[in-house]
Every structure is written in C-alpha cells, then in structure tokens.
C-alpha cells in the first residue's frame, strides 16, 4: 500500500511517501518546510500566515517528495471539468488552486493506493489547507482518503523500529539518538521500518508545544485520554519560561541547553547565586505532583520563575542556566510522576512517548531509568517532531488494523480528541 501523507496541522508543511507491507514501512519521501523564522516576530505561530505558508508551501513540497520518491506513474489528462471542479473546490484556497494546476498539467499520476491528512488537532486555518489539498489530490488522481488524528500519529511514530537498530537495547538506541541530535540536522529520512508489536494496555505520555497528556491504548484506534494539562502544555511552558529569560520563540530548545550546561559545569552556581541574592533560593514547586489524578499543570511553575527573575537584582548567564535546570528538573519530576501511576494504575505492559518535547534528552534518560520494568518505546528523533510519515503510518495502521473505512466528509477539527477510530 502506496501512501501519499500530509501534515499541516500548525507551522511546518510535511509531506511523506510510503510503501507500507504488513509490519514494514519503507519510507519513500520524508518532506520538511518549517515556517519557524517566520513566525519568531509573533512569539509564537500565527494561524492566519501559518494557512498562507501551507498554502504556498504545499505543491513544492509534493513536487520534492515525489522527485526522492521515484514513483510509477501512470498516464494522466487535465480535463476542463476537472479544473472547473477543482476550482470550485479551492475557492478559499486561489493560490494553492493556481499551483496545483500547473502541477497538474506538467505531471503523470503517481502510483498511490491513498491519501491520509491530518485532520486534527490543531490551528484550524492551518489544517483546512492540507484538507484541501487531499481533496483536491484524491479528485484529481481518483484516490481514497484517510483521515488521521495528528495526536495518534504522534504515537504510532514511536512503533517504528529502524531495522538497523533491530537488536540493540532501548539504551543504546536512546544514545543513538542523542548522537543524531548532534550530527544529523537535515530532514532525510529515507530507510526501513519495522512495525513494532506491544502488548496491551499500553500508556502513551504525548508531550508537545500543544499538548501534555496521558492516554491508555487498549489497541492500536481504541485509546481513552486519562489525564491532560489542564492549563499550558509541557511545550509551551518550556517557551514562555525562555522568554522571561530573554530567549526569543521558540525558546524551549535554549531552556534545555541552558539546563545541560548547570549539569556540565565545574563551578559551584548555585554557592554563587546565594552570595549575590542571599534572599533568592532556586526551588520550583511541582505543580500537582501528588494528586490523586493524572492531570498536569505548568502554568504556576511559569509563574513561579517570573517571581523569581524578579526578586534577583543583577541577571548572570550562571543564574539563568541555575533557574533553567530548576525548572526543567522539575517539569521532569512531574512528567515522570504521573507516567508511573498511570502505568501502575492500568497495569500497563508499555509505555510509549511521542511528541516534540521527548527530544528532551533528561527526559528520555529519566523516563527510561525510573520504570526499569516496562517497555519503554521512543521514536527516531526526527519523527519527534511534526511529520507526515508518522501521519502515512497512523492511516495505514487505521484502515489495516482498527476496522476503519475510507473518509468522505474531513473537516478541520482544532480541538479534536483521541477516541476509538
């Protein structure tokens, strides 16, 4: 099964080809376009010029993935009322339509069996537009389309076994990554998956800039969300926290470094600190570390740092890496926390992360050390991130193994929850 996936449920627009067979995924194509630096100026996405991007974005990208890809094609012809219907189609989307049209015309139809879209969470302008574009595709070159629930993707992404790491432990695997961390910056992505088989329940911990929560899978398309950030998620409080530093967004990368660099250090920072602000002590609560819930919250930990930053008098580059550690430690304390009572709470067999934030290398190494007897799945780091592939996987996985059917009415849904498929 050919799978063309699209991805446009916030600032980047991925698009990915795969051959999915049984338990492999051959990725065929791994597109990448981040709209980051523009949005920087904002501190945080703009929804309305995210839509724009994708909208420009999206036909050059396919054009990229299609060129790695090196389908079959089979013999295609632009008729008049397949553009009337198209245009008609795209009416709030005239940039893309104009695109497409000329892609259209200049191109064979390529091999797929079908389309799987993000069709939420997220900014909803921003997924309309990648919704759009699936429709306008399966018109065009006749092909079905599978919905995908983005925080699904999320954890299926971390199901993919490199073949190549097939028999190394989870920690060497979790060093492999680290070492990807450092020397691999591009989007490539072109290799053999395995899909992984896990026993049920499982927990999965998402973690991103959007969302915080903890999700019990019963199988792959049943889950039941069993705890959630009730205010900022993990992500995002990394960013805001960034900004009382004086990092721009997205700042949470700079936190993280800031962090490392009080845990590398020979010096005593925290002696330091006391000597120039005999008042200020660098302790952060952990937010509902002890309910009886598995709910997050992250924005009194935001708030405690402003009180902090406020109280000290002469801002050091030493003090600034002291009250990062502080609060990523923790945020780390809490995560792991009410990942362990999960786990214990529904017995479960795994646990699988997935989302932006489980790049954070003390998480990673904490999560693993803290639960020495559950299967503990991480994805490759690059699909960490927003991607189609873990999306293309999701769909295959949706119509494979859950008993799902083929979507004919998508609409963006920014608030859309994980449930049975």
Known sequence: MIILAIETSCDETAISILDCEKDTVNVLAHEINSQIELHKEFGGVYPNLARREHGLNCVPVLEQALENAKLPIEDFLMTEDLKNELQKMMEREPVLFELLINFLNKTQKP???AIAVTEGPGLEPALWVGITFAKALS???????????????????A??????????NLDSRIRENNKRDEEDKGNNLETIFQIQEIKFPAISLLVSGGHTELVKIDSIGNYEVVGRTRDDAVG?????????LGYPYPGGPEVSALAEKARNSKHEIRNNIKI???????????PMLHSKDLDFSFSGIKTAVLY????ISVMTEEIKMEIAKEFEDAVIEVLVAKTKK???????KTLIVGGGVIANKPLRKTLVDSLPQTKVLIPNIKLTTDNATMIGVAGYLKINRSNSTYSTDLRAQGGMSLGKN
């Not at 120039?276 to 952990?286: A, C, F, G, H, Y």
């Not at 902090?308 to 109280?311: D, S």
């Open 139 to 157: 018109l065009a070159w006749n092909l079905p389309i599978i919905s995908v629930n983005h925080m699904e993707g999320h954890i299926v992404s």
């Open 342 to 348: 999960a786990i214990e709470t529904y017995g479960a």
């Open 236 to 244: 995002e409080a990394f960013d805001k926290v960034a900004r009382l």
């Open 276 to 286: 120039q602000n005999d008042k200020t002590e660098i302790k952060l609560p952990r």
């Open 111 to 113: 091999k797929f069996d």
């Open 308 to 311: 902090m930053i406020q109280k």
């Open 159 to 168: 199901l993919l076994e490199n073949t190549t790491q097939k028999n190394s």
